[in-house]
């Protein structure tokens, strides 16, 4: 009888700040897979007393040997992520987000996919948003994509189809192999005090740039529930902090990561089109008579050509 592989060690990992009700909901879920994952490792800050109290308070009414709580002392998923990474022990680490909750197939099928396929390095899947009293719609069949210009696709909330290889992963749904990631870590220098948006995108690309092969998958399901955020990145309302730090996040990576002409493109690009999120001059203009006026949509245009200016200055460092 030929000797079957041996099965691989799945970790998840939940970073969380001054949710409790969604963080329920998340281990919840994850309490409720087909394949329970070998380890949930719970990312608390060390000064968030009510979640620590909360989760004190459930694990003497429902200990589970599996799951622990680690404390990270730096504001930031990046330093959350970061500190998984070094805390895991699994073959796999998965990642989602406290305000999600993974259908209860997840980790098997995360585990299954890296299983059977030694070339896999990260893996990622569709999250179904409610928002705004209902759930995102549409369709898209381009996901994860960053052209060579520096214009990113997401759409991972509307992906269907078949599973297929992508540039990038969302983090409310993504698991990478842990030889995959080796060494690398989330990049400490990306602006922001908690969501750091576009974290994901940089991490996703180094590990392409390492060889590795990244596949979406919209059968990988997860429930999102948005919630509000702890810092000053509130989503619907703009910040120019917040905007500033998406902003210097998203051209520090397309600095670092596109070819020469790719970057003196995509400098063009973002500072004439951009998108409906990070608007150039021209789209800004196209924007005004929509998005609250000309004034704010210029000060958008405004901000990230500061934006631009700190991250070329960060990356020739």
């Not at 490792?41 to 709580?69: F, G």
């Not at 599973?163 to 993504?174: P, S, T």
């Not at 704010?296 to 460092?317: T, Y």
Request: charged share 25%; proline share 5%; with cysteine.
């Amino acid at each position: 009888m030929p000797l079957r592989e041996p099965l691989v060690k799945v970790s998840v990992i939940v970073p969380t700040y001054r949710r409790t009700a969604d963080l329920a909901r998340c281990l919840a879920a994850l309490d409720a897979q087909e394949r329970r994952p070998d380890e949930v490792i719970v990312i608390a800050r060390h000064d968030d007393h009510a979640t620590l109290d909360w989760l004190r308070t459930r694990e003497a009414t429902r200990p589970d040997p599996r799951r622990y709580v680690v404390l990270v002392h730096k504001p930031g998923v990046v330093a959350a992520y970061n500190l998984g990474i070094e805390s895991a022990c699994g073959d796999v680490l998965c990642f989602t987000d406290d305000d999600a909750a993974p259908h209860s197939d997840w980790v098997a099928r995360i585990a299954r996919a890296f299983q059977g396929d030694p070339g896999l390095g990260g893996l990622g899947g569709r999250d179904i948003v409610h928002e705004r009293n209902g759930i995102l719609q549409g369709q898209k069949p381009c996901v994860g994509i960053v052209r060579w210009y520096g214009r990113t696709i997401g759409n991972h909330h509307i992906g269907h189809g078949q599973a297929r290889e992508v540039h990038v992963l969302k983090g409310v749904n993504m698991a990478f192999r842990r030889e995959a990631i080796d060494t690398l870590r989330f990049d400490a220098r990306l602006r922001g005090s908690g969501a750091q948006v576009h974290c994901e995108m940089g991490f996703s690309l180094d590990v392409r740039r390492r060889g590795w092969k990244l596949v979406y998958d919209p059968a990988l399901l997860v429930e999102h529930f948005p919630a509000q955020r702890g810092d000053e990145d509130q989503r619907f309302t703009f910040n120019d902090a917040a905007f500033y730090n998406a902003s210097f996040n998203l051209r520090l990576i397309m600095c670092e990561h596109l070819t020469p002409p790719g970057r003196w493109a995509f400098v063009a690009y973002s500072t004439l089109i951009g998108d409906r999120a990070d608007p150039g001059f021209l789209r800004a203009l196209s924007l005004a008579f929509e998005r609250g006026g000309l004034a704010l949509a210029l000060r958008k245009w405004r901000v990230g050509l500061r934006a631009m200016r700190g991250a070329w200055q960060e990356a020739v460092r």
